[in-house]
Structure formats: structure tokens, C-alpha cells
């Protein structure tokens, strides 16, 4: 598997992460466990209430996703 794949699959469960996250913040669940929650700190190293979670991931997934835009564009202009 090519790096640009595992960096979009990485960011794509990022982003998978912080959704189910938000709606457990509005009061769902997730029919079977770990939770969002959990798996957010299990995997991403968080630490801290929901909310505060939900908070550091959005700042991750925005500078992950400058960072790809940078990397992109870069690649792009080589052309």
C-alpha cells in the first residue's frame, strides 16, 4: 500500500472518529462497544472529557488536513 493511501485512510477514520464522537456528545450511542470515546483515546492518544476530546480531534484534523493540502499542492506544481 503507497503512503498517500495509509495518510487519507488515517485521516478518513480521524474524521469517522470525530462524528460518532459529536453525536455521542448530542446523546446517541453506539449499539455495541468501545464507544467513540473510548476509541478516540485509545487511538489518538487523547486525553480529557468528551467535549475536550471532541475538541483536540477537530484541531488534529485540521492541521492534518493543511498538511495535506501543503503536501498536494506540491506535488502538483512539480508537473
Given amino acids: ?8 485512510m488515517h ?3 480521524m474524521c469517522t472518529v ?4 459529536g453525536l455521542e456528545i448530542k446523546g446517541m450511542r453506539r449499539s455495541r ?3 467513540a470515546y473510548v476509541i478516540a483515546k485509545r487511538d489518538f492518544k487523547l486525553k480529557g ?4 476530546v471532541y475538541d483536540q480531534l ?3 484534523i485540521e492541521e492534518e488536513h ?4 501543503e503536501k498536494y499542492s506540491n506535488v502538483h506544481s512539480i508537473k
Avoid at 500500500?1 to 487519507?8: A, I, S, Y
Avoid at 470525530?18 to 464522537?21: K, P, V
Avoid at 472529557?49 to 475536550?52: E, V
Avoid at 493543511?66 to 493540502?69: A, I, L, N, R, Y
Fill in 1 to 8: 500500500m503507497n503512503v498517500l493511501v495509509k495518510d487519507k
Fill in 11 to 13: 485521516f478518513v477514520q
Fill in 18 to 21: 470525530r462524528i460518532a464522537l
Fill in 33 to 35: 462497544s468501545p464507544s
Fill in 49 to 52: 472529557s468528551r467535549q475536550s
Fill in 58 to 60: 477537530e484541531a488534529m
Fill in 66 to 69: 493543511k498538511d495535506q493540502q
